[in-house]
């Protein structure tokens, strides 16, 4: 028996007790005669004791970092007792000890906080997975990934598996390709994820499928992204947007009670596609604080009056005017605008400037535009942006994706600076009602907003026969976000030919494209399709939630850098000619 106890388990109830542990040597601290040393696993770390006499072992068999061993011993009470580890009361006194491997010195220190660098640690994940941090988010994932499955189960779905050899689906990402040997000159794409195989087992009569699912999607890589990602992929027949809102929001008051033991209280708000991009400047808000966006002039539409006989270029020459009323921080000084001026024109913003009115407590306005706005006139603006006294308002003008882009960010920022974005609050919503297309400027092409396969509002299919009012139509599509990221969504299916056919028309495809693409989809929806649809929501994304952190790269086990290798493996790599040949891509 390697063990009779984890090196997290051991208390002053068990002193007295002879017991086997292994472990890694986390460190190994001699003092004279006598030595410590930390041992590790998964559970926790253990104090082994080696005293005067069993010195000795130590100096036959020289223990470093990192090392398996394997020690016997008595359990005791510790002299010093450590508080910040559970097994801080107790030590092990050695009797016997054996080195069931050596290692070689660690590239960087292994505990609760490391000296080792990103790519240094990506390198050598397999140690920097045995640091407590990664640990305890691997555990959260297995925590996550079980609780999703219990609620599933509970409600009756299936847990099937799909393919991942198959053809292009489209997901507004570029796909993975794989040569086929047996098919010279003929590839398969990974899926960017399960869509149609999903759609195709509810024609099967499978009315509750979900699969904890790796999806791949040849995309630029950000700070959140992965080339393979796990989606919690769902569908279900005979259902109405109703009915999936209520089963997924099930689910997350599921999780989050049963992983985080947080009670979300109350239906979960919901928050049309068009009000969201009006108040918040994106179509994932974070509703953890107020500030809303006030919209004073929005493409060309003038809605706060005072604009009108105010003769300011740079306003009456913006497409759109935003605001927002930052409470509490009329006393920024000098020196704080002009650096905020300076975080607007970051590229990332991308805005010349940004006009400020200061709402002094005493009832006064200061501005940085006083030269055109007379006090009244900003009282006027503040009214109108409800803004109390105390607060700054800060103005923002321009075209109108770049203004509402652009206050959006700045909402956040302000948010961020007024520690009004507490990670240990969690504001839940449904974003809904999202524009079936949308158009691609640069091609001057409508594209599907979701997927191909999300049906228009039953009340709207006719506009499909009108171009140019392909804007005003929207989907029974749903998007589940959280503290300003969006951890699913989905929406109701087509599920008949003919509508199929004519989304794919309105997307640009010829007949025999679409036929010889989505021919076994559309030829499914031939043979008894049930009315159906789905939501898929983020794993990685939802466990860096609950774990309250931003990256997802540290809630999986073996990701990829920035640019997409795994710097462990050196993946991608060059194959040999002879792998080529065979695959047809060499002759
Ligand atoms: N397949 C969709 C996605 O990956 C989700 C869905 O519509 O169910 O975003």
Not at 225 to 253: A, K
Request: aromatic share 10%.
């Amino acid at each position: 028996m390697y063990r009779t106890h984890n090196c997290g388990e051991l208390r002053l109830a068990q002193a007295g007790s002879e017991v086997t542990l292994a472990g890694w040597a986390q460190t190994v601290r001699k003092f004279g005669s006598i030595t410590f040393i930390d041992l590790r696993d998964r559970y926790g770390v253990t104090q082994l004791y080696f005293s005067e006499q069993m010195n000795a072992i130590l100096d036959q068999k020289p223990v470093g970092r990192e090392y398996v061993i394997q020690v016997k011993g008595r359990v005791v009470e510790r002299a010093s007792k450590n508080a910040k580890i559970p097994t801080g009361d107790v030590e092990v006194e050695i009797t016997a000890m054996e080195i069931l491997n050596a290692a070689a010195t660690p590239p960087f220190t292994i505990e609760e906080e490391s000296d080792g660098g990103d790519e240094l640690r990506m390198k050598y994940r397999y140690l920097d997975l045995r640091r407590p941090p990664l640990k305890r988010n691997i555990e959260l994932r297995y925590k996550v990934n079980r609780s999703v499955r219990n609620y599933l189960d509970t409600q009756g779905f299936f847990d099937i598996e799909t393919p991942f050899l198959i053809r292009s689906t489209p997901e507004g990402a570029r796909d993975f390709v794989v040569p086929s040997r047996m098919n010279e000159g003929q590839f398969y794409a990974l899926p960017q994820s399960p869509q149609t195989f999903k759609q195709l087992l509810m024609v099967s009569g499978y009315d509750r499928y979900y699969q904890i699912v790796k999806c791949f999607r040849d995309e630029d890589l950000r700070a959140d992204r992965q080339p393979e990602f796990t989606q919690i992929d769902c569908e279900m027949s005979f259902v109405e947007q109703e009915d999936i809102l209520n089963m997924f929001e099930g689910l997350f008051r599921h999780v989050f009670k049963d992983v985080k033991g947080v009670e979300i209280a109350g239906a979960l708000p919901r928050m049309t596609f068009a009000d969201a991009m009006w108040y918040y400047g994106n179509d994932k808000p974070d509703i953890r604080f107020e500030m809303k966006l006030c919209n004073l002039k929005s493409a060309g539409k003038v809605y706060c009056d005072t604009l009108n006989d105010v003769d300011f270029k740079v306003f009456s020459e913006a497409a759109t005017i935003l605001a927002i009323a930052v409470p509490g921080t009329a006393e920024y000084t000098r020196k704080q605008l002009d650096e905020l001026t300076e975080w607007v024109k970051r590229p990332q913003i991308g805005m010349s400037g940004v006009v400020n009115v200061k709402c002094n407590a005493d009832g006064t306005y200061k501005s940085s535009v006083d030269k055109f706005f007379t006090e009244d006139k900003l009282k006027a603006l503040a009214a109108h942006c409800g803004a109390n006294a105390g607060d700054l308002i800060l103005v923002l003008a321009g075209a109108e994706a770049r203004t509402r882009k652009a206050m959006s960010e700045l909402r956040l920022e302000m948010g961020n600076r007024l520690g009004l974005r507490d990670n240990s609050i969690y504001k839940p919503l449904w974003v809904v009602d999202f524009p079936l297309f949308e158009l691609d400027e640069e091609n001057d092409r409508w594209v599907a907003r979701h997927h191909p396969f999300t049906s228009p509002k039953p009340e709207q299919i006719a506009l499909m026969d009108d171009r140019a009012r392909y804007g005003e139509i929207n989907a029974n599509a749903y998007d589940l976000v959280l503290n300003g990221t969006e951890i699913g969504g989905g929406s109701i299916r087509i599920f008949r030919r003919e509508l199929q056919e004519k989304m794919f028309a309105a997307l640009g495809m010829s007949k025999e494209e679409a036929q010889d693409k989505f021919g076994f989809l559309m030829g499914a929806f031939e043979y008894g399709a049930p009315p159906h649809g789905g939501i898929a929501l983020g794993m990685d994304r939802l466990c860096a939630l609950l774990g309250g952190q931003e990256s997802i790269r540290d809630f999986i086990a073996f990701p990829k850098n920035n640019a997409g290798r795994d710097v462990m493996l050196d993946a991608p790599s060059a194959i040999d000619d002879v792998q080529m040949k065979e695959l047809g891509l060499k002759h």
